[in-house]
């Protein structure tokens, strides 16, 4: 019967006899030195690896930083210009002049009215919205809102008639959050841009109130007169009672 | 490897490469090398000695560059053993040196000892040498990894290595026991 002893006795007389069957082949000594020497001169050399790396790497990131702060809108085209850097422009003025400010504006204020005109044609512009542009435009004190990129994906969506899901419309209610604050800070911000912003938070709040209303009106009247035969002139249309009157005298 | 003052020495090589010193490799290779390099030409049968050195001077330089991951508790000969393996088969691969052994038939080719005869010394050892390279591929890794851990290495940890199960493990560390049970000196 075997023991644990006799399995240690064993285990140490197979490792004596392998101890002696195979035994051991010191390193040369000059090769022990030679890698000494190389892994040395590797530790330098990654080391200045190191050193050259973190160089480049605050290289890199003082050229992007030069690079963003020296980016500045030309002003000759909005289309150059995002809505986030509109909304960045409009945001703080940046040593912007006042008509480079005032067209930002414009842009934020024309990119959320296509949408919404779009929203509206479609008869999607969905409560939700309306309340959010109303509580935005009605807030006391207008409130830095984050804000998410993505806006022109968005129109561009809508432009195609593709519908909204549910977190793109999120994404919509948060882009009209900024743009109806951003342009109401600017107002408060800047006396001479006051008449001009209160113009486009009047626009804002027809487009949520007043204009579908109008809108479907106008259509309506536009489609009956098509419906008849064209486009007529009220005033060139004569009365045929009129014609009667005169055939009599 | 299998001195006793071993984990003080261990320790002190550890502590030597985690601060850089090149001496700390000159003493892991003077310690361990020798035996690391003997298991590794004895268990993977290579002729080129020069290649299995270079081997283990260049696991010894991996170890210098990871030094901050080793555990010095743990077997630094051990260690040492598994990176040079590793090494020496991808370079052979490499250069297409590695290949399968076409032959495996370590029962037949040693013939037990006589009853009551214990073989001289130098014999012996030339007997084992024999054994050990007629060991199939799977026994000699097995055998290699416990050699260089001083048979101190768990089933489980030998079988993580090699990519296989604990159980193949024990039943091939017990085919290779049995066939150098009989060149075992009788027990007194």
């Known amino acids: 019967m075997h023991t644990p002893d006799d399995e240690r006795n064993h285990a140490e007389a197979m490792r004596r006899l392998l101890a002696d069957a195979v035994p051991e082949v010191p390193i040369a000594a000059t090769k022990v030195r030679a890698t000494a020497a190389r892994a040395v001169a590797e530790a330098a050399a990654r080391r200045r690896f190191r050193r050259l790396g973190a160089v480049a790497a605050s290289v890199a990131v003082l050229v992007a930083l030069v690079a963003g702060y020296r980016w500045r809108w030309s002003g000759d085209h909005i289309d150059d210009l995002s809505f986030r850097q509109a909304i960045d422009i409009t945001r703080v003025d940046d040593g912007y002049e006042k008509g480079r400010v005032q067209a930002a504006a414009g842009k934020v204020s024309m990119d959320i009215t296509r949408m919404l005109s779009r929203l509206i044609e479609r008869g999607a512009l969905t409560d939700e919205l309306k309340a959010a542009m109303l509580e935005a435009l009605d807030s006391p004190v207008p409130i830095a809102v984050p804000y998410a990129w993505g806006v022109e994906d968005l129109r561009r969506k809508l432009e195609a008639g593709v519908a909204l899901m549910p977190s793109e419309m999120a994404q919509l209610k948060q882009a009209i959050y900024a743009a109806v604050h951003t342009i109401r800070a600017l107002g408060e911000r800047r006396e001479d841009m006051r008449e001009i912003t209160d113009s486009i938070c009047f626009m804002f709040r027809r487009y949520v109130t007043v204009i579908p209303i109008e809108r479907e009106q106008e259509r309506l009247r536009q489609k009956e007169p098509q419906a008849e035969g064209g486009l007529q002139d009220p005033q060139s249309v004569r009365d045929p009672q009129d014609h009667e009157d005169k055939k009599d005298l | ?188």
């Open chain 2, 1 to 188: 490897m299998t001195a006793p003052d071993q984990p003080k020495g261990d320790e002190e090589i550890v502590a030597l490469m985690r601060a850089g010193e090149p001496g700390g490799l000159e003493l892991l290779l003077t310690v361990h090398g020798g035996r690391v390099r003997a298991v590794l030409g004895a268990m993977l049968c290579i002729a080129d000695d020069h290649a299995v050195e270079d081997a283990v001077c260049d696991a010894g330089l991996v170890m210098f560059r990871r030094a901050h991951k080793l555990d010095p508790q743990h077997n630094l000969g051990g260690y040492l053993y598994v990176s040079a393996r590793r090494l020496l088969r991808r370079r052979l691969k490499r250069t297409k040196w590695w290949h399968k052994p076409l032959w495996d038939g370590a029962e037949e080719q040693v013939a037990a000892p006589a009853e009551g005869i214990t073989p001289p010394a130098g014999r012996l050892a030339e007997r084992v040498r024999k054994v050990l390279e007629c060991l199939p591929t799977a026994e000699r890794e097995v055998l290699g990894i416990d050699l260089a851990h001083d048979f101190r290495i768990k089933a489980k940890d030998v079988a993580r290595m090699l990519g296989t199960t604990q159980k193949t493990v024990y039943s091939t560390r017990n085919r290779t026991k049995g066939r150098l049970q009989h060149l075992l000196p009788p027990p007194s």
